[in-house]
Nanobody
Framework: QVQLVESGGGLVQAGGSLRLSCVAS????????MGWFRQAPGKDREFVAA????????YYTDSVEGRFTISRDNAKNTLYLQMNSLKPEDTAVYYC?????????????????WGQGTQVTVSS
């Protein structure tokens, strides 16, 4: 079992940057593949980025490729999402998630634990 707590969301102008963090409880953080998802108002939750259990292997949805960077610090039990060149369409609640499948996974169904989410709002 792992508990996840996101932080770092907020209001930013288009073109700006934010860094999201997700701190995991427990001593087995390094055993999980991790991912970021987001849900905009009135839309389904969608995949954003994922990283393998040792930080080897990352994958991004097309709309954030080149702008967002996922990373992890296993010594700090922390997952990050650096978001640059933000656009109004990036506005959403962002969730981190953990999967016992250690390789990079991109579907919601493969994730076992979820955080409560952090709001990101990008103004035009």
């Amino acid at each position: 079992q792992v508990q996840l707590v996101e932080s770092g969301g907020g209001l930013v102008q288009a073109g700006g940057s934010l860094r999201l963090s997700c701190v995991a409880s427990g001593r087995t953080f390094s055993s999980y593949a991790m991912g970021w998802f987001r849900q905009a108002p009135g839309k389904d939750r969608e995949f954003v980025a994922a990283i393998g259990w040792l930080g080897v292997g990352t994958y991004y949805t097309d709309s954030v490729e080149g702008r967002f960077t996922i990373s992890r610090d296993n010594a700090k039990n922390t997952l990050y999402l650096q978001m640059n060149s933000l656009k109004p369409e990036d506005t959403a609640v962002y969730y981190c998630a953990a999967s016992v499948v250690r390789i990079v996974v991109v579907t919601e169904q493969e994730y076992d634990f979820w955080g409560q989410g952090t709001q990101v709002t990008v103004s035009s």
